[in-house]
């Protein structure tokens, strides 16, 4: 009998699957659907000298901005990464690599990984530093560059529910990169808001299948924090 992919807790989640100098692919769109207890889990385990895979690096007291606080991340492979100060002081102190990667192209490494796909051409970033030192190659008149892609040991990825079997429903924004990130994983780890039983869900509201899925862990009160709060001031108040 297969033992079920449901973890008591992110800890329990974590445990026996992350080690120091791993690659973590880790999924997230700003502070949106990033899986903050496995990253929380992750940091109280003390594993360091880790390359994350994520659009951004969080904020200084949340989401990867912990494992920044801690010194846990050796080198980052990013696209936004301009609300960490923390982030910004190690990187021009010359503490933490950092490779940045068009937004686009950072989504498509990851969808090529988890495809079986080695490397692609885009034409994204040639003529830029973006470009310097990889090869290129003209299709059609047009200049593109060719991007390796990429696959991580593990992969930490949040959505809104999962039946006991892994597949996977994302909330609207959380969609963005977490699929990614799951699929460029060896072992993908995944942090749900509501656990249901195998079945619940009709095949066509699935946006993950569960064989890209190994473990499960519920957190029903994730903290949602906004990142930047905008109001507008109501008419005639």
Do not use: W
């Amino acid at each position: 009998m297969s033992r079920s992919k449901v973890y008591n807790s992110a800890e329990e989640a974590l445990k026996g699957i992350v080690s120091d100098g791993q690659t973590l692919a880790i999924g997230g769109f700003g502070l949106c659907g990033i899986p903050e207890a496995l990253i929380e889990a992750l940091r109280d385990s003390g594993v360091k000298e880790l390359t994350c895979i994520s659009n951004n690096a969080g904020v200084d007291d949340f989401g990867l901005g912990l494992l920044l606080q801690t010194r846990q991340i050796k080198k980052m492979i990013s696209s936004y990464v301009g609300e960490n100060k923390e982030f910004e002081r190690q990187y021009l102190a010359g503490e933490l690599e950092v490779e940045l990667t068009p937004q686009g192209t950072l989504a498509e490494k990851l969808r090529s990984g988890g495809a079986g796909i080695p490397a692609f051409y885009t034409a994204t970033g040639v003529g830029t530093l973006v470009a310097e030192g990889k090869e290129t190659r003209d299709f059609d008149g047009r200049t593109y560059v060719l991007e390796h892609s990429l696959r991580a040991d593990v992969a930490l990825i949040k959505a809104q529910k999962a039946d006991k079997a892994g597949n996977l429903i994302f909330n609207k924004t959380a969609r963005n990169f977490n699929p990614d990130c799951a699929m460029a994983g060896k072992i993908t780890i995944v942090e749900v808001e509501e656990i249901v039983e195998t079945g619940s869900f009709d095949p066509d509201e699935v946006h993950l299948p569960g064989i890209f899925v190994q473990r499960i862990v519920l957190n029903a009160s994730p903290e949602k924090r906004i990142e930047k709060t905008t109001t507008k001031a109501v008419e005639g108040a």
